[in-house]
C-alpha cells in the first residue's frame, strides 16, 4: 500500500491512506468531484462535448502510459472500465484502483487459488479480453482491450454492455 500511495502523476487519482480494521480494509482517494466516466454516460444532462470526450481519453491514456512503463514492472489495471476513470472537476481524467491486482496477487501464497483474479473476479463483465476465458494470466493486452472499450463507449456515449445497432449514430448527434 505504502508504494502504490507513492505513486504521483496528473492521471492518477491520488491515494491519501488506507485503513485495515479487522476484516474491513478501506481506501482513502482524493475527492474527484465529476464523479466517474461510467456517470456521465447515464447523465444526459451533462452531455460531455467532443473537445472534453478527447482530454478524457487523453488523459486516461497517459495514465495507463506512465504504469506501464515509468517502472521496471508494469502495474496492471485488470480491472480498467469507465467506472475506474475519474473526473476532475474540469473534466481531466484520472485513473484509480492501479495496482490493486497486483496487490491481490501478491497477498496471496503459492498454490492459493483464492486470488479474485484467478477466480474470474477481476475485469467488469464488457471489459474483459476474450482470451481472459481460457488464460487468466495477466498482460498490458488486457488492459489495452478494455481501453478499447472505454473508447468505443466515448464514440457511442452508451455503456459497453448496452450498446445497440444504431448507438454509433447517436453518439455523434448535438456534439
Same mark, same amino acid.
Given at each position: 500500500?505504502?508504494?502504490?500511495?507513492?505513486?504521483?502523476?496528473?492521471?492518477?487519482? $491520488?491515494?491519501?491512506?488506507?485503513? /485495515?480494521?479487522?476484516?474491513?480494509?478501506? $481506501?482513502?482517494?482524493?475527492?474527484?468531484?465529476?464523479?466517474?466516466?461510467?456517470?456521465?454516460? *447515464?447523465?444526459?444532462?451533462?452531455?460531455?462535448?467532443?473537445?472534453?470526450?478527447?482530454?478524457?481519453?487523453?488523459?486516461?491514456?497517459?495514465? $495507463?502510459?506512465?504504469?506501464?512503463?515509468?517502472?521496471? +514492472?508494469?502495474?496492471?489495471?485488470?480491472?480498467?472500465?469507465?467506472?475506474?476513470?475519474?473526473?476532475?472537476?474540469?473534466?481531466?481524467?484520472?485513473?484509480?484502483?492501479?495496482?490493486?491486482?497486483?496487490?491481490?496477487?501478491?497477498? *496471496?501464497?503459492?498454490?492459493? +487459488?483464492?486470488?479474485?483474479?484467478?477466480?474470474?473476479?477481476?475485469?467488469?463483465?464488457?471489459?474483459?479480453?476474450?482470451?481472459?476465458?481460457?488464460?487468466?494470466?495477466?498482460?498490458?493486452?488486457?488492459? *489495452?482491450?478494455?481501453?478499447?472499450? /472505454?473508447?468505443?463507449?466515448?464514440?457511442?456515449?452508451?455503456?459497453?454492455?448496452?450498446?445497440?445497432?444504431?448507438?454509433?449514430?447517436?453518439?455523434?448527434?448535438?456534439?
Amino acid at each position: 500500500m505504502r508504494q502504490i500511495g507513492q505513486l504521483r502523476h496528473p492521471n492518477l487519482v $491520488l491515494l491519501l491512506g488506507f485503513c /485495515v480494521v479487522e476484516d474491513e480494509r478501506h $481506501l482513502v482517494y482524493k475527492h474527484m468531484p465529476n464523479g466517474a466516466f461510467s456517470s456521465a454516460l *447515464v447523465s444526459a444532462d451533462d452531455a460531455l462535448d467532443w473537445p472534453d470526450r478527447v482530454r478524457i481519453v487523453i488523459g486516461a491514456a497517459r495514465g $495507463l502510459t506512465w504504469l506501464y512503463h515509468g517502472f521496471q +514492472t508494469s502495474f496492471l489495471l485488470q480491472n480498467l472500465s469507465s467506472k475506474v476513470i475519474l473526473l476532475e472537476e474540469d473534466y481531466e481524467a484520472r485513473i484509480t484502483d492501479f495496482g490493486l491486482a497486483r496487490l491481490v496477487r501478491t497477498s *496471496v501464497g503459492d498454490g492459493d +487459488t483464492s486470488s479474485p483474479f484467478l477466480n474470474g473476479g477481476f475485469g467488469e463483465f464488457g471489459y474483459t479480453a476474450p482470451e481472459y476465458a481460457t488464460n487468466s494470466y495477466p498482460t498490458t493486452k488486457g488492459d *489495452v482491450y478494455a481501453f478499447g472499450i /472505454v473508447l468505443l463507449e466515448l464514440v457511442t456515449w452508451q455503456k459497453a454492455t448496452e450498446i445497440t445497432s444504431d448507438a454509433a449514430g447517436e453518439g455523434f448527434k448535438g456534439n
